[in-house]
């Protein structure tokens, strides 16, 4: 993984520790500090998450397709964000702006990939209850294995994609998967997370849902962090942190 680190290889130190401590506590301070930019970012996505509701009309083939065409263009975007106030304590509403228009296209790629697997589910899932065949049962149980692997996967490539840039393609979804693989139970808080907005935004009404996927962003973010420095990657890292790690 030497596109995530950024020095030395890694070995265990009392500075890694502190470094891990770091970010999460400013998962809770860019929650006051970056609010507004977090609240202008989480919106975004989730009124395009909300036409995408209305649009699909209860269709469960098409609501997976028109959430990454009308929310994924604008999630990456988000996490800059949310890296900025983990990484840099610097967020800003021209650099959102810039970040939707340089990052749309592969944020919706990106979204699509889970967004397909949710659909082949749906649609194996529909044709075996009503066939009850075995060969759809393969095919069930292989739609099943890919949703698991493209939706956990895409957790941990939205923040990966927005911090090392230079991976792209199959070795981006390569290397978020070797580090979910490594380290699944720091991905499990932002999975159950988003399982959890979905459900709320189901289940009620609430301008409450407009803020979630703010905090989702920086658990996940927080978590790829952790799991970065531990690779050696050192620029966390601001002025006047340093002394704190």
């Known amino acids: 993984m030497r596109e995530?680190?950024?020095?030395?290889?890694?070995?265990?130190?009392?500075?890694?520790?502190?470094?891990?401590?770091?970010?999460?506590?400013r998962v809770w301070s860019a929650?006051?500090?970056?609010?507004?930019?977090?609240?202008?970012?989480?919106?975004?996505?989730?009124?395009?998450a909300s036409v995408g509701f209305w649009l699909a009309g209860g269709s469960q083939l098409l609501l997976p397709i028109l959430l990454a065409v009308l929310a994924g263009p604008t999630m990456m975007a988000l996490f800059s964000v949310a890296q900025g106030a983990l990484v840099s304590d610097d967020t800003g509403l021209r650099s959102y702006l810039r970040?939707?228009?340089?990052?749309?296209l592969p944020?919706?790629?990106?979204?699509?990939?889970?967004?397909?697997s949710l659909v082949s589910l749906a649609a194996a899932a529909d044709v075996y209850e009503r066939t009850s065949s075995a060969f759809m049962l393969v095919s069930l149980s292989t739609a099943i294995i890919a949703t698991i692997l493209s939706v956990?996967?895409?957790?941990?490539?939205?923040?990966?994609?927005?911090?090392?840039?230079q991976l792209r393609r199959a070795m981006l979804w390569v290397t978020a998967w070797h580090m979910l693989g490594r380290w699944p139970v720091r991905f499990l808080a932002p999975i159950?997370?988003?399982?959890?907005?979905?459900?709320?935004?189901?289940?009620?009404?609430?301008?409450?849902?407009?803020?979630?996927?703010?905090?989702i962003a920086l658990v996940a973010g927080a978590a790829y962090w952790c799991c970065a420095v531990e690779l050696g990657a050192r620029d966390v890292l601001v002025p006047g942190d340093a002394r704190a790690a």
């Open 31 to 48: 929650l006051w500090r970056h609010l507004p930019m977090l609240a202008v970012g989480s919106t975004v996505t989730t009124l395009g």
């Open 152 to 165: 956990a996967g895409f957790v941990v490539v939205l923040p990966l994609a927005v911090a090392r840039p």
């Open 107 to 116: 944020s919706t790629a990106h979204s699509l990939i889970p967004a397909l």
């Open 192 to 215: 159950v997370m988003a399982g959890l907005a979905l459900w709320t935004a189901l289940t009620y009404s609430s301008t409450l849902v407009l803020l979630l996927p703010a905090p």
């Open 99 to 104: 970040g939707v228009r340089e990052t749309a």
């Open 4 to 25: 995530i680190a950024q020095t030395s290889p890694f070995t265990v130190t009392p500075t890694v520790r502190g470094l891990q401590r770091l970010i999460l506590r």
